[in-house]
């Protein structure tokens, strides 16, 4: 993962080729190479990848949540809300896999259900932490941009777990063209922690 994030995706195959070699059966595997190639933009892939994880290990849900990521890019959304919620009905308690289950919902053109999720998360944020990189996917999967750059903005202040993924994340690719989100990429916007954006 530390490879791929610095876009350095051939060694991260070539570890992870490695990793197959030693512990075949290992969970983790499959579903980071999910992860690394949803990140190459080599979908079908991941696609094919993520199958294999949610063969050989159907209980990480974090496997099935990137194996939906996959499936949502090449447009294939019914499946991947199918994969979202089971992961979900695994672990309840990660919200940002609700964020995600949302966003499927909105590209599905299920606005009052994202809505609907978006408003509890919402009430959730009052009491516990609710990752700010998924909202802002959320958020602007609903048309609601500027909301999505205060979210980004929030995501560096908060140190969000999902940072480090932010150059090379397909999800990103929607604020690229957007100056706000270069400055975002500078890392001194993250670490002075107040990377509120005009």
């Known amino acids: 993962m530390l490879y791929g994030s610095l876009g350095r995706t051939d060694e991260a195959l070539e570890v992870l080729g490695r990793g197959y070699l030693v512990d075949p059966l290992l969970p983790t595997l499959p579903a980071t190479e999910v992860m690394i190639r949803y990140w190459r933009r080599e979908y079908d892939a991941a696609i094919e990848a993520g199958g294999r994880a949610t063969a050989l290990?159907?209980?990480?849900?974090?496997?099935?949540?990137?194996?939906?990521?996959?499936?949502?890019?090449?447009g294939r959304a019914d499946e991947a809300l199918v994969q979202y919620r089971t992961a979900i009905t695994m672990s309840p308690e990660l919200t940002w896999m609700r964020a995600q289950e949302a966003t499927c919902l909105a590209r599905l053109g299920r606005r009052n259900e994202a809505l609907a999720i978006l408003a509890q998360l919402d009430e959730l944020r009052r009491s516990e932490y609710i990752d700010a990189c998924y909202m802002a996917v959320l958020c602007d999967a609903l048309g609601q941009r500027e909301r999505a750059f205060q979210e980004l903005a929030r995501a560096c202040d908060d140190n969000s777990a999902w940072l480090y993924s932010l150059n090379v994340d397909p999800k990103m690719d929607t604020f690229r063209g957007d100056e706000r989100f270069s400055r975002l990429l500078n890392p001194a916007a993250c670490l002075s922690g107040t990377s509120t954006l005009p």
């Not at 290990?57 to 090449?74: D, K, N």
Request: proline residues 6%.
């Open 57 to 74: 290990h159907p209980y990480l849900q974090i496997g099935r949540a990137l194996y939906a990521q996959a499936l949502e890019f090449v």
